[in-house]
């Protein structure tokens, strides 16, 4: 993909060096080590309290493929997908936000060679490498509870990277035209509904069928039924076209998000 | 691979003209020539809003220019920026420190961002932190230091890579007189190593310590370039006199004019221009005005300005 | 003339900080309505209605409700959640940003308010907020189908006592921090979090593992989710409301005083 984005690019905007980034971000995190693994704990309190409460209040539920499995192995794959959208959406829009006008750290880096690639590939980059170390975590508890059927989970964490890849070129993209933190609101307007309709909790057949078509268009119904079909070892050519959604996604996020980058980090 | 456009520079590291800079409707840089010899220092005077920020990111290759044409160290900042950028370090009006690091990361990790080796980035940093007078505060967050050790940091921070060009955007507003002569200390080492500076300031006696070389900037524009005391003597008089009146016994600027060689009126005083203030002060009184107060004092950049400009510097 | 010049009492003290934040939020309300109003309404929808119809089909849930629907059985829960999360979000980088940003306390404390005014003016404007979103939550409740009787108001009284304890606690807390708000992202994650999750919200604490337990007891949350249902359901009994109450205040006690000597100390240096 990477020759690609040059045809959007100012020349003089890559240094090739996003890698001192993501050097950054590391050494950053090491200081503030209990606000990174909490990014690991939140959707394992989830599973814990759902999986256990509220499937004491339902029981099983119907799988990808009609049989039933127990509530916890109907969550638990939402809750990797919930999450490596929520890791993706906050880091390219709240903290892109905050270090560009607030701790002005974009200022400072692109006084040096690198230039707004190198910014926008490295806090990327970081995004996806923490948000593959939590989807590896998450991917051992639910191992570590028996939550995972077959061997195709294996392929639930390049997955998780991949929708963690397009949520966080969109995101970066939405967030080239946020003024202020009031424009945040719209943010959590969109993220929040779809963690919580998404089927994430329960499955698309309690919605009347209007509403299941407006979910089916949401991008994070289709991580869902992605990580749920690999979790639990229903796999088909349909998880594909899940997939190409992403790619999808993807390709717009990062057409939209090059183009203005100049208008997001220079002026 | 190197344009060759050097030849026709001399020893210029910057070489600007016509230089312009646009933000919608407002024009920031309204066509502006400046050329800055290695090895000196190099000032833009001017108030809040005269353009010099705008200028100076423009020669830092952060802020692409409207119009005009520009050369920093020989190349183009439009095709050039990140070899450019390799070479100066850069000090921003407003300390933009990593908060999340330490003061040793932040040396560490910026040279990093230059693509130096770790080997060269740890020793670098000890030794610029020895240069900052930050040494016993290596480990410590930046968050609490004081504004003189940000700043100082901050400085450090830009000579991580060896500059042979340092861009300092105010690089004293808001500090106590203490920090202010210790930053000035350090500058000048910086000058007898040969680092060439560009220094922006409203601070008259910033502009009269540091800069070899100087131009004042109001509106945009260039309005007067040369060395301190060239400016001065081409200006402004060698004394000025300055006089605070009881506002019922002020005079009007008409009846001290044949005193000395040009009056300012200030909202609460008067200035008088002079070769010998003593002189003029005696005259003064002699002619039956009485002020409250009066003050000698030498010419400086400040009367330049106000000469130039009409207004008063800090507003 | 003169008398209006003299210091104001303690209480018309604490009514001016929070008249300060009153004509704040009147220009600016739309920037909390998404948090304090369609946040909630978004969880009563998922949970309440679409869980709810999962819940009510499967037959299973009338042991854990009592026989109630599950959004009836979730509805003052959710009054307690958000009025515990509203105070603790109001409660952390809007009280940093008091001391270190905006320096608004500093601006208060130069005249003749005190700190511990400025501390208690913050919690009853945060208090005053919650009874006022927490009122339109009810609305919404009602709309939906989730409301049973007027003691849901009696509900709301018992979710603002929740979220005035935490909000006291946290902004005791939120006044000890210096640095940029990475500490709230943890109490956020470690705290709050799992307070929703395992306060018995969702369903009973029973259902939990038995090592969870525990948790729910300290919750403050737990406290105040037990006092709405009761209120809710008007299924009182005395000994246990008694306890929660008596838990409820003492949190709340405990937090006022820390909160007030804190900003005390951190005001004065």
Redesign the interface.
Known sequence: MTPLIWRFLP??G??G?PG?LI??ST??SR??W??FL??F??PV??L???G???G????A?PGPDGRPISYAAFIAPGLLAASAMNGAVFDSTYNVFFKLKY???Y?????????PVDVALGEIGWALIRGGLYALGFLSVMAGFGLLASPWALLALPAALVVAFAFAAVGMAATSFMRS??DF?LV??AI??MF??STT???LS??PRWLQIVVECLPLFHAVELMRGLTTGVVGLGLLGHLAYFVVMIGGGVAVASRRLDALL?? | MIPVTVSDMGDGLVQARGLRKRFGEFEAVRGVDVDVARGEVFGFLGPNGAGKSSTMRMIGCVSPRTGGSLQVLGLDPAADGPRIRARIGVVPQLDNLDAELTVRQNLQIYGRYFGLSKAHVREKATELMEFARLTDRADDPVEPLSGGMKRRLTIARALVNDPELLLLDEPTTGLDPQARHLLWERLYRLKREGVTQIITTHYMDEAEQLCDRLVVMDGGVIVAEGSPSELIARHSTREVLELRFDPELRPAAAELEPLAERVEELPDRMLLYTADGEHTQGEVHRAGHRPQSSLVRRSSLEDVFLRLTGRTLVD | MTSSLAPPGYGRGVLIVVEHFWTWYRRNWRATAVSSVLQPLLFLLAFGVGFGSLVDRGGGAAAATGGVSYLVYLAPALLAVSAVQSAAFESTYPVLSGFKWQRIYHAMTAGPITPGQVALGHLAWVAAKMAGSGAIYIVVIALVGGVTGPGIVVSLLAAVLTGAAVASLVTAFAATVETEGGAFNVIFRFVVIPMTLFSGTFFPVDRLPAVVRPLAWVSPLWHGTELARMAALGRWTLFPALGHLAYLSALLAVGVVLATRLFTRRLAR
Request: proline residues 5%; aromatic residues 16%.
């Open positions: 020349a003089g890559y240094a060096r001192a050097l950054r050494t950053a200081r503030a209990l606000a909490s990014g704990f939140e309190f989830y814990v309290a759902m256990q409460g509220l004491s209040l339902v029981g539920l701790a002005r750290l200022d400072a880096m692109l006084a040096t060679p690198l230039g933190w009031q609101d959590t307007l929040l509904p919580l309709f909790f329960y499955p309690v919605y220079l002026r």
